[in-house]
C-alpha cells in the first residue's frame, strides 16, 4: 500500500501541460482514496470478521509464546511513534504556511493538529499522522492483550485485542476516505479565509460590492478564485484623475514593486490622454447643440468612444490590483487561478 503511495505520489508532483492546464495534483487524492479503500478491507473489515468468527468458537486457543508476537507489537510502536513525530512536525508547519485555525477544543499544538486534521488540505500529511497514531494505540492495544492472555491463559483477551484494533483502522480509513472523498469533488477553501479575502476586495476604493464568490482548491498547490466585482466609475475617474497629479519623485520610485510602479505609470498616461480629450469632447459637445439628434450623436461620438476607451483601460488596471490583491492573500499556493469579472 504505502509502494502504491510512493510510485504515484510521483507521478502527482509532475509540472502542468497543455493537456492539464491545473496541474496532476488531483492525482494525489485519486491516490489517497484508492489507497485507503484498500487500508478499510485489508487492515480493518478483514480482521475484524476473522475476530468475531475467533470469538464465537467456545474455546479460543491460547499460546504460551508470545515473545516473538510481543517483540513484533514493540518493534511496531517504535516505527509507528518515529512516523507519528515526523507527520506530526509537517502538520505544524503546514498548518503555519496555510493559516489553518487551532481548534479551541485542544490545548496549545494540539489545537493547532486537530484543526489542520479537519481543515488541511494536504491529506497524505492527514493520513501519516492519523495511521501512524492508530498504530502506536494499536500496539499498545495488542501487547495488552497479549499480556493478558498469558496471565488468564485465554485467548479471548487476544482476540478481543485483535477486533479492537481493527475497528480503529476501519475509524481511521473511514475518516481518511471522508476527507479524500470532498477533495475529490472539489473543496472550497475555508469559509473564515474566504471572508477575510473578500474583506480585502471590498476595502478597495474603487470596489462598491463582491458577489458570486466560488473557490476551489485542485490539489494542494493549486487554488482557483472567481468572483463578480461592482466597480464605482466615479471613483475610478478620481483616481486616474488624481494619478495624474501624484508624480512619484525619483527616489521613490524604486521602493514599489514592479507591479505598482507599472500601475502608477499607466494611470499617470491614461490621465494625460484624458486631458487631451477633454477639450475635443467639449468643442464636439458645443458645435452639435444645434443639430439634429442623428447628426449630434454623429459628431460626438469620436470623442465619446475616445473617453470609453480610456475608461476600459482603466476598468482593466483596477481589475488587475485586485488580482494582485489575491495573490498576495493566497501566496501559500504555488498556482493560483484567478477570474474577476466586471458586474
Known sequence: NYSYRLA????????????????????????????????????????????????????????????????VFMVSAVLEGAAMKAAYQEIMSQAVKEHTPADPRWPNDFGRVAGYLREGRDVMSTATFTEASSGVLGAVVGLSGLTASWYFQSGVPDVVGS??????????????????GNALLGETLPSWRVQALVGKLEA????????????????????????????????????VLLAGLKRPAPAAEGTVGPELAAHAMAYQVI????????????????GASKLEAPERVAAVAPALSKNNDLF???????????????RQDLMDFRNVHIDLEPW
Not at 481493527?166 to 479524500?180: D, E, N, P, Q, Y
Not at 476600459?312 to 489575491?326: M, S
Open 8 to 71: 504515484e505520489l510521483n507521478r502527482s508532483a509532475r509540472e502542468r501541460d497543455a493537456s492539464h492546464p491545473y496541474g496532476y495534483a488531483p492525482l494525489r487524492y485519486i491516490t489517497a482514496d484508492r489507497s485507503f479503500v484498500f487500508l478499510f478491507f485489508v487492515g480493518g473489515i478483514f480482521p475484524l470478521i476473522t475476530g468475531l468468527q475467533e470469538l464465537a468458537v467456545i474455546s479460543v486457543p491460547t499460546c504460551d509464546f508470545i515473545v516473538a508476537p510481543a517483540a
Open 163 to 180: 477486533i479492537v484494533m481493527a475497528s480503529l483502522v476501519c475509524g481511521v480509513a473511514t475518516f481518511l476516505m471522508r476527507k479524500s
Open 204 to 239: 478597495h476604493p474603487s470596489v462598491v460590492n463582491i458577489y458570486d464568490v466560488k473557490t476551489e482548491m485542485v490539489g494542494t498547490d493549486t487554488v482557483r478564485f472567481k468572483a463578480e466585482v461592482q466597480f464605482h466609475p466615479r471613483v475610478i475617474t478620481e483616481r
Open 271 to 286: 490621465c494625460e490622454r484624458l486631458q487631451d480629450t477633454l477639450p475635443l469632447l467639449s468643442q464636439a459637445a458645443a
Open 312 to 326: 476600459y483601460e482603466a476598468l482593466v488596471w483596477e481589475l488587475k490590483a485586485l488580482e494582485r490583491i489575491v
